[in-house]
């Protein structure tokens, strides 16, 4: 009975972790949100979040994780941003170090910025955590856009992603 329990959790959360890799979340399209949140620490994320920002999207951005030592005019300059849509439309994040954090950062800025809408921009293999992680946190009634950035991500990637997912969706278990 065991040995059953134990194959069928086993076959779970291989076809789990097959589903996860293979199904990975896609860019949005067109369509318009309140504001656009873009979480640091992959490739294209920024670019992604200032074409949406730039296509009239989202009307303010929030980078979010954003390290200490980076000024606004250093990221105005690497991603050629002008003075006027930095001061009035772009906001650096600087509280968030991980994904759990990134979410109460954004919560933050939404409640500050009346945000009702949301684009969440960040690595396809990251998507479905990070969006997890910021409905948790978001007030009632804001909706998010998933818009994930085509990535090529290593089955390691893969594996520790998938992994810290299922730790977060089991997560409320265990604070009972």
């Known amino acids: 009975m065991i040995r059953r329990i134990a194959s069928i959790l086993l076959i779970a959360w291989a076809l789990g972790f097959v589903l996860f890799a293979v199904a990975l979340p896609q860019p949005a399209g067109k369509g318009s949100a309140d504001g656009v949140v873009v979480l640091t620490g992959g490739k294209g994320r920024v670019d992604r979040g200032l074409e949406v920002l730039h296509r009239g999207w989202a009307?303010?951005?929030?980078?979010?994780?954003?390290?200490?030592?980076?000024?606004?005019?250093?990221?105005?300059?690497?991603?050629?941003?002008?003075?006027?849509?930095?001061?009035?439309?772009?906001?650096?994040?600087?509280?968030?170090?991980?994904?759990?954090?990134?979410?109460?950062?954004?919560?933050?800025?939404?409640?500050?910025?009346k945000i009702r809408s949301l684009r969440l921009v960040t690595s396809d293999w990251h998507m479905r955590r990070s969006a997890m992680e910021l409905r948790r946190a978001l007030p009632a009634g804001v909706a998010v856009v998933e818009d994930a950035v085509p990535t090529h991500p290593s089955l390691s990637t893969l594996f520790l992603e998938y992994h810290k997912l299922l730790a977060r969706i089991a997560a409320p278990l265990w604070d009972r």
């Open 59 to 113: 009307r303010r951005l929030l980078v979010s994780g954003v390290g200490r030592e980076v000024k606004p005019h250093e990221f105005a300059v690497e991603y050629k941003v002008g003075t006027p849509l930095m001061a009035c439309c772009i906001t650096l994040g600087y509280e968030a170090i991980d994904t759990h954090s990134n979410a109460r950062e954004t919560a933050a800025w939404v409640q500050r910025e």
